[in-house]
């Protein structure tokens, strides 16, 4: 009787290795699945808290319950007839230059007035610059501050006995 020889390529039953899904494997997948949402989650609070926070203005909550106060401020401020012109300049330099005059509703120059200008980035109050403005003539007060070119927001404070009497706010483009 002829002898059958297995052929060369053929595998028989008990060789082959079965693979069979055990606990083990399971907990494997779990823990680097919920590894990688993890690492995820860690890169996207980290990104959350180190970028811009779009936050255009200090204390919103308590500017918010002040508005009523706000308002009535803003009557009495039209109620003065105070004409308030500013003006800003940017030299070569890179310096932006603000002028400020002054004058009552009888159009007398108003001296003696302790004026604050903030030329506040529309949205990033972390480029935001504060400038205390100098009386240089009667009614006439004047700062500089180094700022880019670009849209600003110039927001004039102008007080007396530490009561605020003037405010405005004004969209500037520098050049």
């Known amino acids: 009787m002829p002898t059958v ?9 008990s060789d082959k290795a079965e693979f069979r899904l055990t606990g083990l494997h399971v907990l494997a997948m779990l823990i680097a699945f919920f590894g990688i949402v993890a ?20 204390h919103p909550y308590e500017k918010g319950i002040a508005y009523n106060a706000a308002i009535r401020e803003a009557r009495e401020q039209e ?4 004409k308030v012109d500013g003006q800003v300049t940017r030299s070569p330099a890179g310096k932006a230059h603000i002028e400020v005059q002054a004058r009552d509703a009888a159009g007398a120059m108003l001296a003696g007035m302790k004026v604050h200008a903030l030329l506040a980035a ?6 935001d610059h504060p400038i205390e403005l100098v009386e240089t003539a009667p009614g006439v007060y004047s700062g500089e501050a180094a700022a880019t070119a670009g849209a600003w927001e110039l927001e004039l404070t102008a007080s007396r006995d530490a009561k605020v009497m003037f405010q405005s706010r004004n969209r500037i483009t520098l050049n």
């Open 39 to 58: 690492g995820v989650n860690v890169v996207m609070i980290r990104y959350a808290l180190t970028t811009h926070s779009g936050e255009v203005t200090a």
């Open 79 to 82: 109620a003065r007839g105070w």
């Open 122 to 127: 529309p949205a990033d109050v972390k480029r």
């Open 5 to 13: 020889l297995p052929e060369a390529n053929a595998v028989s039953q």
